[in-house]
């Protein structure tokens, strides 16, 4: 098995074979060999090769490397952090792209979101309207049940505020009366327009 933190410190004093491994082994798309040969920039070069060590960590991070436990020193401490940051980061973007109103979704999103708020809500308005006969109705279920029904309908008017964008419309635009289920087939814009990039 490859040494590749040995080949680092080989490279790091000056072994030239050494470099020529770890850069191939790099080269080759090997993540843990990305993350040394970053750390040798790093390190070995200074700030003067702070170009070279950000390609490579960012490859390394791209493909998935966590450094091992162990002895880590201070710049791997920082990728550590740096890598649970991105993961946090991204867990908000994907909780923004739920509830927020700004950028846009394509048309198969919006079918997909429309349907899964077409069965849910069914869903919860027949819970509601059974429970709604009793004689003695759950009160604390009931008013459950409403909070979930008006979520989905938050979601759902978000994500067609963002389809009406995706055609270069504001979203007031989804109140004109069957202006929503236009949306469905309406096609978006091509690549960007003024609420942001053409949706993947």
């Known amino acids: 098995?490859?040494?590749?933190?040995?080949?680092?410190?080989?490279?790091?004093?000056?072994?030239?074979?050494?470099?020529?491994?770890?850069?191939?082994?790099?080269?080759?798309?090997?993540?843990?060999a990305q993350y040394y040969l970053a750390l040798y920039?790093?390190?070995t070069?200074?700030?003067?090769?702070?170009?070279?060590?950000?390609?490579?960590?960012?490859?390394?991070?791209?493909?998935?490397?966590?450094?091992?436990?162990g002895s880590i020193t201070i710049v791997e401490e920082e990728y550590r952090q740096e890598s649970v940051s991105e993961s946090e980061e991204g867990n908000k973007i994907d909780l923004w792209f739920l509830i927020g109103f700004e950028g846009r979704v394509?048309?198969?999103?919006y079918i997909f979101v429309t349907a899964i708020y077409?069965?849910?809500g069914f869903a919860v308005s027949s819970a509601s309207n059974e429970m709604s006969r009793?004689?003695?109705?759950?009160?604390?279920?009931?008013?459950?049940?409403?909070?979930?029904?008006?979520?989905?309908?938050?979601i759902w008017i978000a994500q067609a505020v963002k389809r009406s964008h995706d055609i270069g419309h504001s979203g007031w635009w989804i109140?004109?009366?069957?202006?929503i289920v236009w949306l469905l087939f309406a096609r978006g814009d091509e690549g960007e327009n003024e609420y942001g990039n053409e949706p993947a």
């Open 1 to 32: 098995m490859i040494n590749y933190e040995q080949l680092m410190q080989q490279a790091s004093q000056g072994n030239k074979n050494a470099f020529k491994d770890l850069y191939s082994y790099a080269g080759s798309g090997n993540a843990e």
């Open 175 to 179: 109140w004109i009366p069957f202006y």
């Open 106 to 109: 394509g048309r198969s999103l």
């Open 45 to 69: 070069k200074g700030s003067g090769a702070d170009s070279d060590y950000a390609y490579w960590m960012k490859k390394a991070k791209d493909n998935s490397y966590v450094p091992q436990s």
């Open 41 to 43: 920039y790093k390190e």
């Open 118 to 120: 077409i069965l849910l």
């Open 134 to 154: 009793d004689d003695n109705p759950n009160s604390f279920v009931l008013l459950i049940l409403s909070i979930l029904g008006l979520t989905l309908w938050y």
